[in-house]
């Protein structure tokens, strides 16, 4: 009997791509390429859905012009690509599959520590900027939203 070591080829890249590009999920989750890594997320819970709709009713009520929201939005960006909660834009103005960089930023809520930060001023395939605000104090937001995030209903 002649033994054969194991040899693990190296995955490039497009390796990766390829298996998230052909990976199918059950019903209800989430994939997403972050960073080279892939990335499965259960169906979100009863509290993430309320938490998402206090937000989606301030955006659609306070926003300086008419939105558009769209739920499951694929975004390719530079460190991966992501299917955030919702995308928020002017009417008419949603970007591409391919494009990354929302000028007005991107809002991140924090629900296990509590806090919703704004990453602003996109540059080289990241944000430059961002402002972090604890639940319950108010985020300004720029144009076209210009309007103060009321983050006090995520407590």
Same mark, same amino acid.
Do not use: C
């Given at each position: ?11 490039? /890249? ?8 052909? $990976?199918?999920?059950?019903?209800? *989750? &989430?994939?997403?390429?972050?960073? @080279? /890594?892939? #990335? #499965?997320?259960?169906?979100?819970? @009863? ?9 989606? !009713?301030? *955006? ?6 008419? %939105?558009? $929201?769209?739920?499951? &939005?694929? %975004?390719?960006?530079?460190? @991966? ?7 928020? +834009?002017?009417? @008419? ?5 391919? +494009?990354?960089? +929302? ?7 924090? !629900? ?6 704004? *990453? ?14 604890? *639940?319950?104090?108010?985020?300004? %937001?720029?144009?076209?939203? +210009? ?6 209903? $995520? !407590?």
């Amino acid at each position: 009997m002649v033994a054969m070591p194991a040899v693990e080829h190296p995955r490039t /890249e497009d390796d990766v791509l390829r298996a998230f590009l052909e $990976l199918e999920t059950p019903a209800g *989750f &989430k994939a997403e390429l972050i960073e @080279g /890594e892939i #990335v #499965v997320t259960p169906p979100p819970d @009863g509290s993430h859905e309320t938490a998402f709709a206090l937000l989606n !009713r301030q *955006f659609m009520r306070r926003a300086a012009v008419e %939105l558009d $929201l769209a739920g499951t &939005k694929g %975004l390719v960006t530079p460190k @991966g690509r992501f299917i955030p909660d919702g995308t928020v +834009s002017p009417v @008419g103005h949603f970007e591409t599959a391919d +494009s990354w960089a +929302s000028p007005a930023g991107v809002l991140l809520v924090d !629900r296990t520590d509590g806090n919703v930060t704004l *990453f602003t001023d996109p540059e080289d395939g990241d944000y430059t900027a961002h402002v972090q605000v604890p *639940f319950g104090k108010p985020l300004d %937001l720029p144009a076209p939203f +210009s309007f103060a995030l009321d983050t006090a209903p $995520l !407590r």
